[in-house]
């Protein structure tokens, strides 16, 4: 079952996959405790508060979320439902459309803000050395870059 | 919104979190097209292969998936229907019941495994070096403790 990974990387993968999920299963619980929002709510949320004019396309939204656009807008008529956000089309393309942060999401997101970072601290962050955080960043941006280039290459005509 | 993690520790964290999601869409969607097998059914299928017996109690495996019951018994009702596993009552204890590799569920696991573990190694392993893996496996070793003794106080009545 596992003759091609060594031991040490069978159980790196197997500590790193098991833990994330329970890491992510948590964070989810917390989150909507504390909040009532999910992780998705609370990604978007960040997401468009840090954009310019705390706006997104929706392809962008998308794509930074890894969500596919049905699963994307099903996300977003939910958060527009609960005043979280509102959608626009875009100034420069009629058929596209955006998603606006309104004031009650980002109220939402101020107020959620620092118990998450709590969670985040107590659960991960703090337990790291400063050895472990500059090698957590670096393996898990190569990683980010490596997934980015490959859906970019897979979704480009092979024609070009 | 996040001045209570350094500018560092917040660039490890978003790091972790977004590749790690990007990576499990991708892994999610790479099983579906190899082997229709969900990541949920290929773990299931793995922890009884390895298991005593190739059968583990409902509670355990619950547990070590962290899935709640409701969600343990749709996912194994799931795969009971596509002959993957069996559903028993334990011989030791008759309220319970255990879920039952089965044959075809063994060899549903051996035809996906090399593939799955190339995804494994592509995406991620491959791109380690020695001492990344022996880094990552401290952090997500001490992660998982820390995550399963939070869950065992929380579960521990408040009297004993």
Same mark, same amino acid.
């Given at each position: 079952m596992t003759e091609s990974l060594s031991p040490e990387r069978l159980a790196c993968w197997r500590a790193y996959i098991e833990s994330s999920q329970r890491l992510f299963t948590r964070l989810e619980e917390d989150l909507r405790a504390d909040s009532e929002l999910s992780f998705a709510d609370y990604h978007v949320l960040v997401l468009l508060s840090e954009a310019p004019g705390q706006r997104l396309r929706m392809g962008e939204l998308a794509s930074r979320l890894v969500f596919s656009p049905s699963r994307l807008t099903y996300q977003i008529s939910s958060m527009q439902k609960r005043g979280l956000v509102a959608k626009e089309s875009c100034p420069a393309d009629r058929r596209g459309s955006e998603a606006v942060l309104t004031a009650a999401g980002l109220l939402t997101l101020r107020e959620a803000a620092p118990h998450h970072v709590r969670f985040v601290r107590t659960n %991960?962050? +703090? +337990? %790291? +050395?400063d050895a472990e955080v500059a090698c957590l960043t670096r393996v898990f941006e190569r990683l980010g870059r490596r997934l980015r280039a490959a859906r970019d290459a897979s979704s480009t005509p092979a024609d070009k």
């Open positions: %991960l962050m +703090d +337990d %790291l +050395d």
